[in-house]
């Protein structure tokens, strides 16, 4: 699995990283929450490389969006299949 940062030229590479880690404190339920969060869904949606970052950030990731799907929604689906985070040690040796 190719970690996505190697992806080669994804559409959110020129976005910056703070938009896939909303501030806490402005959270989803706020118009600008949902806004960033609609904007961003809409870029992964779209993204040729949206399922190996799904599944990357399913596996790898507790904070942020990846793959269009919230910490939340993460969590959901890790819970419901059972699906343990995977060490990340091997992608930085």
Same mark, same amino acid.
């Given at each position: 699995?190719?970690?996505?940062?190697?992806?080669?030229?994804?559409?959110?590479?020129?976005?910056?990283? !703070?938009? %896939?880690?909303?501030?806490?404190?402005?959270?989803?339920?706020? &118009? *600008?929450?949902? #806004?960033q969060?609609?904007?961003? @869904?809409?870029?992964c949606?779209?993204?040729?490389?949206?399922?190996?970052?799904?599944?990357?950030?399913?596996?790898? !990731?507790? %904070?942020?969006?990846?793959?269009?799907?919230?910490?939340?929604? &993460? *969590?959901?689906? #890790?819970?419901?299949?059972?699906? @343990?985070?995977?060490?990340?040690?091997?992608?930085?040796?």
């Open positions: 699995m190719l970690p996505p940062w190697e992806f080669e030229n994804p559409p959110c590479r020129e976005m910056g990283t !703070e938009v %896939f880690y909303p501030d806490q404190t402005v959270g989803a339920t706020t &118009r *600008y929450g949902f #806004r969060l609609a904007t961003v @869904k809409k870029v949606g779209n993204c040729p490389f949206q399922k190996d970052c799904l599944d990357w950030g399913i596996k790898h !990731e507790e %904070f942020g969006i990846w793959g269009g799907l919230t910490e939340y929604e &993460r *969590y959901l689906i #890790r819970k419901k299949l059972d699906i @343990k985070f995977e060490l990340l040690e091997k992608y930085f040796a």
